[in-house]
């Protein structure tokens, strides 16, 4: 049995709430406090500003088209449980963005975000077992947080 029927439509409600939310709360924080960041020491690994500009969207948009598509035709048994480590790891990105751009604790914001890259790791692999292309669809976003935690520590080290 599929997430299709009616129930199948408030998981992908769920599941899109959650990535815009996400989208939406971790652009204000980001925006806080712009000068402060500016002067931070910049590991050496930082990509360009341009490449996080381009990368953030195509996450979310990863995330939104997958998330529509998975629960859609994945087994009902299994949408929920990604729904909710996706809201797992969205609560614990957020909380990075938070803890690093307002009250500038980036070591506790280098804990949140490692703890969002392990989710992120879980839902590939809870995504991959029911709709394997949706799950490899994943991987860049789980990739781009594992480095965006190394960057953190570097970051934390930094500063």
Do not use: C, E
Not at 59 to 66: E, K, R, S, Y
Request: proline letters at 6%.
């Amino acid at each position: 049995m599929t997430a299709s029927g009616p129930g199948g439509w408030v998981a992908t409600f769920a599941w899109v709430a959650v990535v815009l939310l996400y989208a939406a709360l971790s652009s204000v924080w980001t925006a806080h406090d712009p000068g402060w960041y500016a002067r931070l020491l910049k590991p050496s690994l930082q990509p360009p500003d341009v490449v996080f500009a381009v990368v953030w969207p195509l996450n979310f948009l990863a995330l939104l088209g997958v998330g529509v598509w998975f629960t859609r035709s994945a087994a009902a048994a299994a949408v929920w449980p990604a729904t909710l480590v996706l809201a797992g790891s969205a609560v614990a990105a957020l909380a990075w963005a938070w803890l690093f751009y307002v009250p500038h604790r980036i070591g506790a914001a280098t804990v949140a975000l490692a703890v969002a890259a392990a989710l992120t790791w879980v839902l590939v692999a809870l995504v991959i077992r029911s709709l394997p292309w949706a799950g490899v669809a994943l991987v860049p976003y789980a990739v781009w947080l594992s480095v965006a935690t190394a960057l953190s520590v570097q970051y934390s080290r930094l500063n």
